[in-house]
């Protein structure tokens, strides 16, 4: 099963792993948030991601999710997953992406469920409005 941690700043993280266990299930194993905080130094938070991320690799792979692209969680992610193989960092998590990735960790392999997390997390940006006047027409 594909592991997956979810680094963001404060509790947003826990918030959307909450939502999407809500709607498919909780994830007893291999998910796990790292909330960073302006109350921790930078080396804390350096070394709580490097030993997540040690804790986590695993053989059928793993995906590091962060909240926004040039943000602190990807700053402190990156050097932990960067020469580590069958390991994925992906930006701009939102509750689509991981209730995609918790739905198909367990049967898609590493590559496959990257694709399909990244496609359903564009997909759920949208501009609503837009959406339905183009279905009336």
């Known amino acids: 099963m594909i592991?997956?941690?979810?680094?963001?700043h404060g509790e947003f993280g826990a918030y959307l792993v909450e939502a999407a266990e809500a709607i498919?299930?909780?994830q007893t194993a291999g998910v796990q948030v790292v909330s960073l905080s302006v109350r921790q130094s930078l080396g804390e938070?350096?070394?709580?991601?490097?030993?997540?991320?040690?804790?986590l690799s695993g053989e059928d792979g793993l995906i590091v999710f962060t909240d926004m692209p040039a943000g602190?969680?990807?700053n402190?992610?990156?050097?932990?997953?960067k020469d580590k193989s069958g390991t994925e960092l992906v930006s701009g998590v939102n509750l689509a992406m991981l209730v995609t990735a918790f739905s198909h960790r367990g049967d898609l392999?590493?590559?496959?469920?990257?694709?399909k997390v990244l496609k359903n997390g564009r997909s759920a940006v949208?501009?609503?409005r837009q959406m339905v006047r183009a279905r009336t027409r």
């Not at 592991?3 to 963001?8: G, W, Y």
């Not at 938070?45 to 804790?55: D, F, L, N, P």
């Not at 402190?76 to 997953?81: D, G, R, S």
């Open 45 to 55: 938070m350096r070394e709580k991601m490097k030993a997540v991320v040690e804790r």
């Open 109 to 115: 392999p590493l590559g496959e469920l990257l694709e």
């Open 126 to 128: 949208c501009d609503i």
């Open 24 to 26: 498919v299930g909780s």
């Open 76 to 81: 402190l992610a990156f050097p932990a997953v």
């Open 3 to 8: 592991n997956c941690i979810v680094v963001t």
């Open 72 to 74: 602190t969680p990807v």
